[in-house]
């Protein structure tokens, strides 16, 4: 199966910067849709930005556009999250998701695979 590891989480100051990365093993790696949600302590876990196959199509939460941007290199099978101008409101725990069947990735029952998420912490 798919494993994915995220990495690059820690503490952070209200608009700083931290860029998370999310190690993909197993096969077709470089035909799935890539996706980043979050969960935030008593709140739904949420859709942040997706990435598709080729990297051609980018979605991304309205609260996030201009600030964060999701890109990946298929020859390292990894997807990264670039997070600037960071906000308490952006607090939460990250997580990379894999759809190994290629659609838009918007919503999180379309994923196959997760990871087991890392804790961003923004401080005010």
């Known amino acids: 199966q798919v494993q994915l590891v995220e990495s690059g989480g820690g503490l952070v100051q209200a608009g700083g910067s931290l860029r998370l990365s999310c190690a993909a093993s197993g096969p077709t790696f470089s035909r799935y849709t890539m996706g980043w949600f979050r969960q935030a302590p008593g709140k739904e876990r949420e859709f942040v930005a997706a990435?598709?196959?080729?990297?051609?199509?980018?979605y991304y939460e309205n609260s996030v556009k201009g600030r964060f941007t999701i890109s990946r290199d298929n020859a390292k099978n990894t997807v990264y999250l670039q997070m600037n101008a960071l906000t308490p409101e952006d607090t939460a725990v990250y997580y990379c998701?894999?759809?190994?069947?290629?659609?838009?990735?918007?919503?999180?029952?379309?994923?196959?695979?997760w990871g087991q998420g890392t804790q961003v912490t923004v401080s005010s």
């Open positions: 998701a894999a759809d190994q069947y290629g659609g838009t990735g918007l919503t999180a029952r379309e994923y196959d695979y």
């Open positions: 990435i598709s196959w080729n990297g051609a199509r980018r």
